[in-house]
């Protein structure tokens, strides 16, 4: 049980810097790839860029799980930001459909470990009656670089090649590892890797004791997928050159909230939080979905920040209260692979109800409002005890 009353260590920082300098490598490129696919050729599998991202990154979550309770939570994180920078030096090199769609297959194993390592240590390392506190500022830094990342990825393409953004990608990739030497490791004593912790049973890909907030966030992320997906496009549309503009602010926009919606749930309990969440990721997306102006859609991605403000720090506490010490990654594996399946599903879905036509972006984004409508009226069913399993 931990007793400690603070959190704000050396190492804590250190984990949100490099947490920064991760989200911004891998989001700086998101905006631009829709029209990169489509120079090359590729305009009809726009879907498949977030959706091919999210399919390894889901599948590699036990895999990360197990072997951040075994290895330890330092290697995990190491392994994803590895990925993130080999990637980023191989785009320019594959600039056809298929290598492009190849590498964005191999790019999600580096969402798959580097977050559920960086969840279970802090989950290590922070007192749990400052849980939701704590996971708050720490997804404050991600939620930095997921609104530094875009800005600047769609800065140096307005000003460079989209190789130089590849390129500036995986050298912020580097940073973020170099950052993990200094942490000391959350998990002793520490096995050996071996191919043996690559060989999963059945009861060690999803933790069941997580599913209630893990299917809550799936039908959140839905929206999530969607706005990766068709925003570049529906910006265009609305004549903003800027394809990042809409990414940086919603994420900016989250910064704030998260440390109220961290502190509100330990106090309040989860669920009222999710509920709010919830709610107001609804009604973000039906303003976008009429949204005819530039206003509009930067005020929409002001109320779908507050949303993923809310719901991110929020479900990462829940799913720890409800956790056992030794299957937290794990447990925090089952959480991710219900995000990078909402993600996915939201990003096919989008992908094919859109069809390249200017006549549907109302129809996707109306779409996925009632698909965070369902986990609204799932969280009126779902406990609110505080405690959950603190004890």
């Known amino acids: 049980m931990k007793t400690r009353s603070s959190f704000f260590t050396l190492d804590f920082s250190l984990l949100c810097l490099s947490s920064f300098l991760f989200f911004s490598s891998f989001n700086m490129i998101i905006p631009e790839l829709p029209a990169y696919l489509t120079s090359l050729g590729g305009e009809d599998y726009k879907g498949l860029i977030i959706a ?20 330890g939570r330092i290697p995990v994180m190491m392994i994803g930001a590895s990925v993130c920078f080999l990637v ?22 580096s969402t798959g470990f580097t977050p559920t390592g960086e969840s279970a240590y802090i989950a290590d390392i922070v007192p ?18 997921m609104a530094a990342g875009p800005a600047i990825g769609g800065w140096l393409a307005t000003l460079f090649t989209i190789d130089t953004v590849f390129y500036v990608s995986a050298s912020v990739a580097i940073l973020s590892i170099l950052i ?38 799936f039908l959140c992320c839905f929206s999530f997928g969607v706005i990766l997906t068709i925003i570049p496009d529906f910006s265009a549309h609305l004549g903003i050159e ?67 403000g809310m719901y991110s720090p929020t479900t990462a506490a829940w799913v720890v209260d409800l956790s056992l010490d030794k299957f937290r990654g794990r447990a925090l594996a089952t959480m991710y692979i219900a995000l990078e399946a909402g993600i996915g599903i939201g990003a096919l879905t989008s992908g094919f109800l859109f069809a390249n036509s200017a006549d549907n972006f109302r129809l996707v984004f109306l779409t996925s409002a009632g698909i965070a409508g369902l986990a609204f009226i799932a969280l009126l069913f779902a406990k609110t005890n505080r405690r959950m399993a603190l004890e």
């Open 128 to 145: 749990y009656q400052k849980r939701g506190e704590a996971m708050g500022m720490f997804s404050l830094f991600g939620s930095m670089g």
């Open 88 to 109: 980023g030096i191989l785009y320019p090199l594959l600039s056809f459909v298929s290598g492009f769609l190849f590498l964005r297959l191999v790019h999600g194993f």
């Open 52 to 71: 091919l991202f999210t399919l390894t990154a889901g599948i590699s979550r036990p895999f990360s799980g197990k072997l951040a309770d075994n290895i």
């Open 242 to 308: 800027n394809k990042g503009l809409f990414f940086g602010v919603f994420t900016l926009s989250s910064l704030g909230i998260r440390l109220l919606a961290g502190k509100t749930s330990d106090r309040y309990g989860r669920v009222p939080v999710m509920r709010a969440a919830s709610a107001t990721l609804v009604c973000a997306m039906v303003l976008i979905a009429y949204a005819e102006s530039r206003f509009a859609l930067m005020g929409s991605a002001v109320l779908f920040g507050c949303a993923v």
């Open 180 to 217: 993990l030497f200094r942490l000391k490791e959350t998990l002793p004593p520490k096995k050996p890797i071996s191919w043996r912790l690559l060989q999963l049973k059945r009861d060690e890909i999803i933790e069941t004791r997580v599913l209630v907030p893990s299917g809550i966030l």
